[in-house]
Structure formats: structure tokens, C-alpha cells
């Protein structure tokens, strides 16, 4: 009984934990990094980041980790480089 309704919401949890370095190292995507102080952006190896910081390190705070290599700032949000398609809606 409700076993289908249960398995859905399951996702949506999933879906709203921040996703780990393992995380998108099973997707085989990258980290995307963007510096809030010059708008410099980049996207940074997953393999890389998970020997530095460990698979179970959340995605949303790599950021913490990192400084701009263009301006310095260490005011940097990082987030999974999802493949682009096309236009997508803004989050923030
Ligand atoms: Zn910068």
C-alpha cells in the first residue's frame, strides 16, 4: 500500500539533499564554480575535488574551499554542472 507514492517521495528527497562529489562522480559531471565577486566561472574536475575533499562532501560547499583564480575573492558558489540545455530558469 502506498508503496509507489512512497518511492516518489523518496526522490524528492533526494533530490533536495545536496548532491555529493560521489554524487556527480557516479553521474560523471563536473562541479560548476562561480566567483559572486568578478562573475568568473569554471567548471572543475569531480575526480580531483572527491581525492581532496572525500565523496561525501556536499556540492554546495566546495565553494568554502576554493578561491577566484581570476580575482582572489574566496566568495565562490558552487553547484553540479548539470549538462546545459538550452535556456534554463534561474534558482537564485
Ligand atoms: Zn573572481
Redesign the pocket.
Given at each position: 500500500m502506498g508503496r509507489l507514492k512512497d518511492s516518489v517521495i523518496d526522490q524528492e528527497e533526494r533530490a533536495r539533499r545536496a548532491a555529493s562529489l560521489g554524487d556527480l562522480a557516479r553521474a560523471g559531471i563536473g562541479v560548476f564554480c562561480w566567483?559572486n565577486?568578478?562573475g568568473?566561472n569554471a567548471e572543475a574536475a569531480t575526480a580531483m575535488l572527491s581525492q581532496q575533499l572525500g565523496p561525501a562532501f556536499p556540492v554546495p560547499e566546495i565553494g568554502t574551499k576554493m578561491r577566484?583564480s581570476?580575482?582572489g575573492?574566496k566568495d565562490i558558489a558552487t553547484r553540479p554542472a548539470w549538462p546545459s540545455r538550452g535556456q534554463i530558469a534561474r534558482h537564485d
Open positions: 566567483c565577486r568578478c568568473h577566484c581570476s580575482c575573492s
